[in-house]
């Protein structure tokens, strides 16, 4: 039988119980962050892309070597990991591609952080 305390005696929600309430918390979270779509198989993405051609779909890139899955819609984005939203990128425009993204969401951010400071700063 597993003992109610995990890491320690010194009671500070170390308990056996809590660890598992938490777990159970995060797997919820991931379930409706990913909606189901997030666990796929490399080798099920592989099959999908089979008939696209193995080349970067990046415009005037010809590499064909190396090449990475990309999501046109991301996951986190809601996108899913049906073909149509699938190409072929290499690691150079995968990177570029990614941080892109990454920007245009800390772009959001800082405009809505600024908004938010505008409207503190009329409140009297």
Partial sequence: MVSKKCLGNNGNNNTLA???ANV???????????????????KDLKKKMSDKPYICSWENCEKNR???IDHL???SADGSNERSN?????????RI?????VL????????????EKEKLLLQK
Avoid: Q, T
């Avoid at 699938?86 to 995968?94: E, I, P, T, V």
């Avoid at 591609?97 to 993204?101: F, K």
């Avoid at 969401?105 to 809505?112: D, P, Q, S």
């Fill in 18 to 20: 809590y660890y598992l």
């Fill in 24 to 42: 159970k918390m995060i797997n919820k979270k991931f379930e409706k962050f990913g909606k189901g779509n997030r666990r796929i198989n490399s």
């Fill in 66 to 68: 190396n090449l990475i």
């Fill in 73 to 75: 819609k991301p996951i």
């Fill in 86 to 94: 699938l190409r072929w990128l290499c690691k150079k425009h995968d």
């Fill in 97 to 101: 591609r990614n941080i892109d993204y």
């Fill in 104 to 115: 245009k969401r800390k772009i959001a951010e800082v405009k809505k952080l600024k908004e």
